[in-house]
């Protein structure tokens, strides 16, 4: 199967930086994409970025965060700055992959366990 496992979120003052890593691994054959989304206290789920075919932002970060992936460890990274409070929240890692279980092929969407993230005024 397949894992995704998040890194590097904590506690930073408002105007601050952070960078979050992202690993998937299993048996994966190609990742066709990996994003970041985020969760904060009494709201929605919400995208944050993804990169794939293309890269998205949510307007609230355009300037501010920014997406990258490292193909060869299958791992995304983001790149917090000028951090607000508004961006406290839990912020989980997607993958879509392509992975192989015996001999056949299947196309998944998996999400990590989530890291916080707490931006103090």
């Known amino acids: 199967q397949v894992q995704v496992v998040e890194s590097g979120g904590g506690l930073v003052q408002a105007g601050g930086s952070l960078r979050l890593s992202c690993v998937a691994s299993?048996?994966?054959?190609?990742?066709?994409?990996m994003g970041w989304y985020r969760q904060g206290p009494g709201k929605e789920r919400e995208l944050v970025a993804t990169d794939g075919s293309t890269t998205n932002y949510a307007d609230s970060v355009k300037g501010r965060f920014t997406i990258s992936r490292d193909n060869a460890k299958n791992t995304v990274y983001l790149e917090m700055s000028s951090l607000r409070p508004e961006d406290t929240a839990v912020y989980y890692c997607?993958?879509?992959?392509?992975?192989?279980?015996?001999?056949?092929?299947?196309?998944?969407?998996?999400w990590g366990q989530g890291t916080q993230v707490t931006v103090s005024s």
């Open positions: 299993g048996s994966i054959i190609r990742v066709n994409a």
């Open positions: 997607n993958a879509v992959v392509m992975y192989k279980r015996g001999t056949y092929l299947y196309n998944g969407d998996y």
